[in-house]
């Protein structure tokens, strides 16, 4: 009998047809996971190629040096006004077909805050802080970089129009607390030294502190209560001359020897308020990345992921925190496992 041979010719394409599907699909993985790893840092700014002292903003080309006295006074047109607090009044305003935010003392017995706000912005410029345009020390007057989507109050808001409606995932709300998280380190071992956000009494003094990017990301906006602190030194922090109250502070923020309610407690003294360190900031975590994630799908799972070390935020003992830093390194992994398992899913689909 006459042997049949097996054809193999068209086996052996598939094969490799087969091994080069595999070998797509992990290079597909591997860059996808690459960009989760590298999205937790912010991406370069336009400022950040500049020399010391200098600006770029995205639509600009080459850098320019820090707009001084005469060109702010001449080249900045104010459009209208967009924000006031107790220290400045902030203006839409041109220079040279450029938006930029113009920022004039509101009260001159907030003189002192206003330009310790400018040498923090000075000091801190980088990826995590707004970026300096310029400043008029004569009149008292600050240029930054305007962010149209407004400070993290909006959020919820901006996600919820048409446009931006893609970004209210998961991922887009997580970079953020990640943003928040990586922004209190940096300030906690800057070059200013270690500082304390002080304008974060609430949640919502807190959000109005940042501005959100045109990207959705986080940049630190209001410099102008970022106390120093050095517990080595006996140097603490007390923010504010008032009696801080609520749940959203941290323990040691809070009067520590009763009130009028107390029989044996004594009213609230600014002299006797004993001082408190930045760990004061990481207390405030867990509150605002809550509020940060919403009620997206998927939250719920980064907010199991992420128990662990915000019940180790809320340790009374300031001692037992964890520091921004640690905490940082947690968001990290958290948020590249969840886009890891996210990648994993999908394939399987």
């Given at each position: 009998m006459a042997r049949r041979d097996i054809p193999t010719s068209t086996s052996v394409p598939v094969v490799f047809v087969c091994l080069g599907a595999l070998l797509f699909g992990n290079v597909l993985i591997y860059l996808y996971l690459d960009s989760l790893h590298q999205s937790d840092e912010h991406p370069m700014s336009p400022h950040m190629g500049c020399p010391p002292r200098h600006f770029r903003m995205a639509s600009m080309k080459t850098c320019y040096p820090w707009l001084q006295c005469p060109q702010v006074k001449a080249e900045v047109r104010k459009l209208k006004l967009i924000g006031q607090g107790a220290v400045k009044q902030v203006y839409l305003s041109e220079w040279r077909g450029q938006k930029v935010a113009l920022s004039t003392l509101s009260s001159p017995e907030y003189l002192e805050d206003f330009l310790h706000g400018v040498t923090m912005l000075q000091t801190l410029q980088g990826s995590h802080v707004v970026q300096l345009v310029g400043w008029c020390p004569e009149e008292v007057l600050l240029v930054t970089e305007y962010h149209p989507l407004g400070s993290l109050l909006s959020l919820d808001a901006m996600l919820a129009q048409e446009r931006h409606r893609s970004h209210d995932t998961w991922q887009t709300r997580l970079r953020l607390a990640l943003d928040y998280v990586s922004a209190l380190s940096y300030l906690h071992a800057s070059p200013a030294g270690c500082r304390v956000m002080c304008d974060s009494n609430s949640l919502e003094k807190t959000l109005s502190q940042f501005l959100l990017t045109a990207d959705f990301r986080l940049v630190v906006n209001d410099l102008d209560a970022l106390p120093e602190v050095d517990p080595s030194r006996g140097l603490l922090a007390k923010c504010g001359h008032r009696e801080l109250t609520g749940d959203f502070v941290a323990p040691e923020q809070l009067w520590p020897f009763g009130g009028e309610e107390d029989d044996d407690g004594q009213p609230f003294s600014d002299e006797l308020m004993p001082g408190y360190d930045h760990l004061s900031d990481v207390w405030k975590i867990p509150d605002v990345t809550r509020h940060l994630m919403g009620r997206v799908p998927g939250g719920d799972v980064a907010h199991f992921h992420l128990f662990?070390?915000?019940?180790?935020?809320?340790?009374?003992?300031?001692?037992?925190?964890?520091?921004?830093?640690?905490?940082?390194?947690?968001?990290?992994?958290?948020?590249?496992?969840?886009?890891?398992?996210?990648?994993?899913?999908r394939d399987m689909l």
């Open positions: 662990q070390i915000h019940e180790e935020c809320k340790r009374r003992d300031p001692r037992l925190r964890p520091s921004a830093l640690d905490v940082l390194a947690v968001y990290r992994s958290v948020y590249a496992n969840m886009g890891r398992d996210a990648v994993g899913s």
